[in-house]
Nanobody, 126 residues
Framework: QVQLVESGGGLVQAGDSLRLSCAAS????????MAWFRQAPGKEREFVTG????????SYADSVKGRFTISTDNAKNTVYLQMNSLKPEDTAVYYC???????????????????WGKGTLVTVSS
């Protein structure tokens, strides 16, 4: 089993930046892909960004490309999401995700994910 704990959410204004962290524990050696998803009220959970722990290759949803950056510290089993130029439409609960499979590109579907964190709320005011 793998446990994921997110941190770093909060209330910010449009144009601000925020960094989310996700610490993984347990059978972390089994994780090949890590990702961030988000779910806004009344909407389905959607892919935001993913990274391959082996190759470092990344993938981004078009809506966040150029504004968000995913990175990992494999020694700390932690994945980060740097969010810049935040918009009100970025408001959502952000979920950290981990999977034991390799995806090329690293953009799994929510239904594919093995492990989920509990989520952290990001609210962007206009």
């Amino acid at each position: 089993q793998v446990q994921l704990v997110e941190s770093g959410g909060g209330l910010v204004q449009a144009g601000d930046s925020l960094r989310l962290s996700c610490a993984a524990s347990g059978r972390t050696f089994s994780i090949y892909t890590m990702a961030w998803f988000r779910q806004a009220p009344g909407k389905e959970r959607e892919f935001v960004t993913g990274i391959s722990r082996r190759s470092g290759r990344t993938s981004y949803a078009d809506s966040v490309k150029g504004r968000f950056t995913i990175s990992t510290d494999n020694a700390k089993n932690t994945v980060y999401l740097q969010m810049n130029s935040l918009k009100p439409e970025d408001t959502a609960v952000y979920y950290c995700a981990a999977d034991s499979r390799v995806y090329v590109p690293p953009s799994p579907s929510a239904s594919d994910i093995d492990y989920w964190g509990k989520g952290t709320l990001v609210t962007v005011s206009s």
